[in-house]
Protein backbone atom coordinates (compact mmCIF):
# COMPACT_ATOMS: atom_id res chain seq x y z
CA UNK A 1 0.00 0.00 0.00
CA UNK A 2 0.65 3.80 -0.39
CA UNK A 3 3.10 5.00 2.33
CA UNK A 4 5.13 7.97 3.41
CA UNK A 5 8.58 8.20 5.63
CA UNK A 6 9.73 11.17 6.84
CA UNK A 7 13.24 12.40 8.84
CA UNK A 8 12.73 11.46 12.51
CA UNK A 9 13.15 14.95 14.71
CA UNK A 10 13.30 16.73 16.16
CA UNK A 11 14.58 19.09 14.20
CA UNK A 12 16.93 21.85 16.15
CA UNK A 13 18.04 24.81 14.12
CA UNK A 14 18.64 28.51 15.03
CA UNK A 15 17.12 31.86 13.70
CA UNK A 16 17.82 31.95 9.97
CA UNK A 17 19.85 28.59 9.46
CA UNK A 18 18.33 26.23 5.97
CA UNK A 19 16.14 24.25 6.90
CA UNK A 20 15.67 20.66 4.89
CA UNK A 21 13.02 18.05 5.89
CA UNK A 22 13.16 15.06 4.02
CA UNK A 23 10.41 12.97 2.59
CA UNK A 24 9.98 9.83 0.57
CA UNK A 25 6.86 7.94 -0.91
CA UNK A 26 5.66 4.63 -1.76
CA UNK A 27 2.56 4.54 -4.18
CA UNK A 28 0.99 3.68 -7.04
CA UNK A 29 0.12 5.95 -9.61
CA UNK A 30 1.06 9.44 -9.22
CA UNK A 31 -0.50 11.01 -6.47
CA UNK A 32 -0.85 14.23 -5.02
CA UNK A 33 1.83 14.97 -2.62
CA UNK A 34 1.56 17.53 0.35
CA UNK A 35 3.20 19.29 3.25
CA UNK A 36 1.22 20.27 6.11
CA UNK A 37 2.19 21.83 9.38
CA UNK A 38 0.59 21.67 13.11
CA UNK A 39 1.65 24.34 15.50
CA UNK A 40 0.71 23.64 19.35
CA UNK A 41 -2.79 22.73 20.41
CA UNK A 42 -3.96 23.13 16.86
CA UNK A 43 -4.56 20.88 13.83
CA UNK A 44 -3.41 20.72 10.73
CA UNK A 45 -2.87 23.80 8.51
CA UNK A 46 -2.12 22.82 4.44
CA UNK A 47 1.57 24.80 3.98
CA UNK A 48 2.40 23.36 0.34
CA UNK A 49 1.14 20.88 -2.22
CA UNK A 50 2.41 19.41 -5.55
CA UNK A 51 -0.10 17.54 -7.95
CA UNK A 52 2.34 16.09 -10.84
CA UNK A 53 6.03 15.78 -11.14
CA UNK A 54 8.61 18.63 -11.20
CA UNK A 55 5.71 20.65 -9.54
CA UNK A 56 7.14 23.00 -7.12
CA UNK A 57 5.13 24.29 -4.39
CA UNK A 58 5.54 26.95 -2.02
CA UNK A 59 4.23 28.91 0.43
CA UNK A 60 5.60 31.32 3.53
CA UNK A 61 8.75 31.28 2.36
CA UNK A 62 9.09 27.29 2.37
CA UNK A 63 8.94 25.53 -0.77
CA UNK A 64 9.20 21.44 -2.26
CA UNK A 65 9.73 20.03 -5.76
CA UNK A 66 8.20 16.78 -6.48
CA UNK A 67 10.73 14.61 -7.92
CA UNK A 68 8.94 11.49 -9.49
CA UNK A 69 12.44 9.49 -10.33
CA UNK A 70 13.53 9.74 -6.46
CA UNK A 71 10.16 9.52 -5.33
CA UNK A 72 10.62 12.42 -2.86
CA UNK A 73 9.21 15.77 -1.91
CA UNK A 74 11.51 17.59 0.71
CA UNK A 75 10.46 20.49 2.27
CA UNK A 76 13.21 23.51 2.71
CA UNK A 77 13.41 26.83 3.94
CA UNK A 78 16.03 29.12 3.43
CA UNK A 79 16.03 30.94 6.63
CA UNK A 80 13.94 29.94 9.54
CA UNK A 81 12.13 32.06 12.26
CA UNK A 82 11.08 30.78 15.56
CA UNK A 83 7.52 30.92 14.66
CA UNK A 84 8.49 28.30 12.26
CA UNK A 85 8.41 25.66 15.16
CA UNK A 86 5.72 23.28 14.48
CA UNK A 87 5.25 19.29 13.33
CA UNK A 88 5.70 19.13 9.74
CA UNK A 89 3.58 16.38 8.17
CA UNK A 90 4.33 15.09 4.59
CA UNK A 91 1.17 13.50 3.11
CA UNK A 92 0.15 11.68 -0.04
CA UNK A 93 -3.28 12.07 -1.33
CA UNK A 94 -5.45 9.07 -1.75
CA UNK A 95 -8.89 8.35 -3.15
CA UNK A 96 -11.58 9.89 -1.49
CA UNK A 97 -10.20 13.13 -0.62
CA UNK A 98 -8.21 10.89 2.00
CA UNK A 99 -4.32 11.08 2.89
CA UNK A 100 -1.47 9.19 3.95
CA UNK A 101 0.65 10.78 6.56
CA UNK A 102 4.11 10.38 7.41
CA UNK A 103 5.01 10.41 11.30
CA UNK A 104 5.72 14.04 11.83
CA UNK A 105 8.79 16.19 12.06
CA UNK A 106 9.21 18.42 15.17
CA UNK A 107 11.14 21.51 14.00
CA UNK A 108 12.56 23.71 16.75
CA UNK A 109 14.20 27.28 15.97
CA UNK A 110 15.95 28.99 18.38
CA UNK A 111 16.62 32.88 19.08
CA UNK B 1 -15.77 31.30 10.12
CA UNK B 2 -16.14 28.56 12.25
CA UNK B 3 -14.87 25.77 9.21
CA UNK B 4 -14.40 22.52 11.45
CA UNK B 5 -15.56 22.23 15.03
CA UNK B 6 -14.85 19.09 16.94
CA UNK B 7 -16.61 18.91 20.67
CA UNK B 8 -15.18 18.23 23.09
CA UNK B 9 -11.11 19.47 23.33
CA UNK B 10 -11.10 16.83 26.11
CA UNK B 11 -12.28 13.70 27.47
CA UNK B 12 -11.50 11.03 29.73
CA UNK B 13 -12.91 7.45 29.87
CA UNK B 14 -13.11 4.55 31.93
CA UNK B 15 -12.63 1.08 29.65
CA UNK B 16 -15.85 -0.06 28.21
CA UNK B 17 -17.78 3.37 28.01
CA UNK B 18 -19.15 4.77 25.43
CA UNK B 19 -19.14 8.55 23.59
CA UNK B 20 -19.52 10.23 20.55
CA UNK B 21 -17.00 12.26 19.27
CA UNK B 22 -18.53 15.44 17.40
CA UNK B 23 -17.45 16.78 14.10
CA UNK B 24 -19.30 19.26 12.25
CA UNK B 25 -18.46 21.37 9.18
CA UNK B 26 -20.19 24.91 8.00
CA UNK B 27 -18.94 25.03 4.57
CA UNK B 28 -21.19 22.56 2.89
CA UNK B 29 -18.36 20.09 2.16
CA UNK B 30 -19.23 16.62 0.88
CA UNK B 31 -15.90 15.16 2.13
CA UNK B 32 -15.38 14.56 5.83
CA UNK B 33 -13.30 12.05 7.33
CA UNK B 34 -11.54 10.96 10.59
CA UNK B 35 -7.94 10.39 11.76
CA UNK B 36 -6.29 9.49 15.01
CA UNK B 37 -2.66 10.63 16.04
CA UNK B 38 -0.66 8.81 18.28
CA UNK B 39 2.78 9.58 19.25
CA UNK B 40 4.88 8.39 16.51
CA UNK B 41 2.73 7.44 14.38
CA UNK B 42 1.86 10.44 12.07
CA UNK B 43 -2.37 10.33 11.45
CA UNK B 44 -4.24 7.36 10.75
CA UNK B 45 -7.13 6.97 8.41
CA UNK B 46 -10.29 5.68 10.75
CA UNK B 47 -13.59 6.61 8.58
CA UNK B 48 -14.35 9.08 6.05
CA UNK B 49 -17.53 9.96 4.14
CA UNK B 50 -18.13 11.28 0.46
CA UNK B 51 -21.45 12.50 1.47
CA UNK B 52 -24.49 11.92 3.26
CA UNK B 53 -25.73 8.43 4.16
CA UNK B 54 -22.31 7.58 2.77
CA UNK B 55 -19.37 5.78 4.79
CA UNK B 56 -16.69 3.80 4.51
CA UNK B 57 -13.24 2.42 6.28
CA UNK B 58 -9.95 3.60 6.66
CA UNK B 59 -7.00 2.27 7.67
CA UNK B 60 -7.95 1.37 11.35
CA UNK B 61 -11.55 1.17 11.99
CA UNK B 62 -11.78 -1.47 14.41
CA UNK B 63 -13.98 -0.11 17.57
CA UNK B 64 -15.68 3.16 16.05
CA UNK B 65 -18.60 3.92 14.07
CA UNK B 66 -19.59 6.46 11.80
CA UNK B 67 -23.23 7.63 10.51
CA UNK B 68 -23.34 10.41 8.36
CA UNK B 69 -27.51 11.62 8.05
CA UNK B 70 -26.42 15.43 6.80
CA UNK B 71 -23.75 16.87 4.97
CA UNK B 72 -22.66 19.12 8.13
CA UNK B 73 -22.45 16.55 10.47
CA UNK B 74 -19.80 13.25 10.95
CA UNK B 75 -19.72 11.99 14.28
CA UNK B 76 -17.21 9.02 15.75
CA UNK B 77 -18.77 7.28 18.34
CA UNK B 78 -17.38 4.56 20.37
CA UNK B 79 -18.99 2.08 21.89
CA UNK B 80 -16.95 0.15 24.07
CA UNK B 81 -13.44 2.34 24.98
CA UNK B 82 -10.53 0.42 25.32
CA UNK B 83 -7.12 2.07 26.61
CA UNK B 84 -5.56 1.79 23.21
CA UNK B 85 -8.23 4.01 22.21
CA UNK B 86 -6.06 6.86 23.57
CA UNK B 87 -5.62 8.94 21.08
CA UNK B 88 -6.01 12.88 19.77
CA UNK B 89 -8.74 12.48 17.33
CA UNK B 90 -9.20 14.84 14.20
CA UNK B 91 -11.79 15.48 11.61
CA UNK B 92 -11.75 16.92 8.39
CA UNK B 93 -13.43 18.10 5.48
CA UNK B 94 -12.92 18.80 1.70
CA UNK B 95 -14.83 20.80 -1.28
CA UNK B 96 -14.02 17.86 -3.53
CA UNK B 97 -11.64 14.48 -4.06
CA UNK B 98 -9.85 16.85 -6.45
CA UNK B 99 -6.06 17.57 -5.11
CA UNK B 100 -6.53 21.22 -5.53
CA UNK B 101 -9.26 20.71 -2.90
CA UNK B 102 -7.16 21.10 0.18
CA UNK B 103 -8.84 19.50 3.58
CA UNK B 104 -9.30 21.67 6.64
CA UNK B 105 -9.08 19.87 9.84
CA UNK B 106 -10.47 20.75 13.58
CA UNK B 107 -8.17 21.14 16.60
CA UNK B 108 -8.76 17.88 17.54
CA UNK B 109 -10.28 16.04 20.94
CA UNK B 110 -8.02 14.46 22.92
CA UNK B 111 -9.24 11.18 24.64
CA UNK B 112 -8.03 9.29 27.36
CA UNK B 113 -8.99 6.16 28.53
CA UNK B 114 -8.14 4.39 31.84
Known amino acids: GDSVTQMEGPVTLSEEAFLTINCTYT??????LFWYVQYPGEGLQLLLKATKADDKGSNKGFEATYRKETTSFHLEKGSVQVSDSAVYFCALGGGYSTLTFGKGTMLLVSP | NAGVTQTPKFQVLKTGQSMTLQCAQDMNHEYMSWYRQDPGMGLRLIHY???????DQGEVPNGYNVSRSTTEDFPLRLLSAAPSQTSVYFC?????????????FGNGTRLTVT
Open chain 2, 92 to 104: ASSYSAEPNSPLH
Open chain 2, 49 to 55: SVGAGIT
Open chain 1, 27 to 32: ATGYPS
